[in-house]
């Protein structure tokens, strides 16, 4: 497939593999999407983005396409569960049902991290899903309130696939860091399965390195999957 991991010891140059493959792929032509987790993946030419109150993501907004509602939704509860270290099935059906409403509601725009927690808040407000509801306010609450996922603008996947860019996350909380790298993923993979083949003229289209690969795993092998059986 079109998956590669390189595995080694702190000190093994991990990274000075990925920048070099990032830097001969940019050469080229390419595009490439960098994922930088600690702020040491800057590629010459490549544009940097810098992850904040000024420029953001948003984790919900995935478009349904092969999907379907039901597919976004278990992505992005997926992206969401990857941050919360146990979750009991009553927490993990009201998280379900909460994305079924955001997600299922017609909307002048994608739903947020926003009212996904104003949902939760209402919830906890019944009796029967107080509990349940202030546990996952409690586990989300870094997520729900770091700037990245506030902010008015946001990365532009289409911009991603045809021009590349190096995203920093560095700034980010580690939780935010981990959802917003499922987001980027879950967004460029679900936004080049949407375009076709993946391969055209015998070259892939996009390249997405990621020096963190273990904090994306489920993200990672879902669309894998994914975009084997497209």
Avoid: W, Y
């Avoid at 987790?37 to 590629?43: E, I, P, Q, V, Y």
């Avoid at 919900?60 to 270290?85: M, N, Y």
């Avoid at 560095?170 to 679900?190: I, K």
């Amino acid at each position: 497939n079109a998956f590669v991991m390189a595995i080694g010891s702190s000190g093994s140059g991990k990274t000075e593999l990925l920048r070099v493959l990032g830097q001969e792929l940019g050469a080229q032509g390419l595009p490439v999407v960098c994922l930088d987790f600690h702020g040491d993946l800057a590629l010459p030419g490549l544009r940097r983005l810098q992850l904040g109150p000024q420029l953001g993501i948003n984790p919900l907004e995935l478009r349904p396409g092969a999907l379907g509602s039901a597919g976004q939704r278990a992505v992005v509860a997926q992206i969401l569960k990857s941050v919360v270290k146990s979750l009991g099935h009553i927490q993990d059906d009201l998280l379900a049902d909460s994305l079924d409403e955001l997600l299922d509601s017609p909307s002048a725009r994608p739903a947020t991290l926003a009212d996904l927690r104003r949902v939760l808040q209402r919830r906890e407000e019944q009796l029967s899903k107080r509990q349940a509801a202030a546990g996952l306010l409690a586990a989300l609450r870094t997520v729900f309130d770091d700037p990245a996922f506030r902010a008015a603008r946001h990365v532009s996947t289409a911009q991603l696939l045809a021009h590349g860019a190096s995203i920093d996350l560095c700034g980010l909380s580690a939780d935010a860091r981990t959802v917003a790298a499922g987001a980027v993923l879950a967004q460029v993979f679900e936004a080049l399965r949407a375009a076709g083949p993946l391969v055209v003229r015998g070259q892939l289209r996009c390249f997405v390195l990621l020096d963190e690969a273990a904090r994306a795993q489920a993200c990672i092998e879902r669309h894998a999957r994914q975009l084997e059986a497209a």
